[in-house]
């Protein structure tokens, strides 16, 4: 059974930092990608980057670029969420999501596009 398990939310003050982490398990991620998103009541799911499992391939939405950075444990099977200079527009529900990897592109922006996700974090930002 896959299982993506979040963990790191928590209630920050602006500029703060946190670091999320997602422990993937249940099945062979090393050609996955993996995903974070990000969702704020009231609003869609959003990309905030993503990393491929093998290879130096990491990407960044617009609004978290030299902000946040994502890293990888293989050994440990966790991904990782760096957030600094958090601003209160960062508060919301944090989630991972596993993307396979199939023959052919896949949009790795789209949460459409991902088949396994973990519960989320939740993630204040007071200002």
């Known amino acids: 059974q896959v299982q993506l398990v979040e963990s790191g939310g928590g209630l920050v003050q602006a500029g703060d930092s946190l670091r999320l982490s997602c422990a993937a398990s249940?099945?062979?991620?090393?050609?996955?990608?993996i995903g974070w998103f990000r969702q704020a009541p009231g609003l869609e799911r959003e990309f905030v980057g993503a990393?491929?499992?093998?290879?130096?391939?990491?990407y960044y939405a617009e609004p978290v670029k030299g902000r946040f950075t994502i890293s990888r444990d293989n050994a440990k099977n966790t991904v990782y969420l760096q957030m600094n200079s958090l601003k209160p527009d960062d508060t919301a529900v944090y989630y991972c999501?596993?993307?396979?990897?199939?023959?052919?592109?896949?949009?790795?922006?789209?949460?459409?596009?991902?088949?396994?996700w973990g519960q989320g974090t939740q993630v204040t930002v007071s200002s």
């Open positions: 990393i491929k499992w093998s290879g130096d391939n990491i």
């Open positions: 249940g099945r062979t991620f090393s050609s996955d990608t």
């Open positions: 999501a596993a993307q396979r990897a199939i023959s052919g592109w896949r949009n790795i922006g789209s949460s459409h596009e991902y088949e396994y």
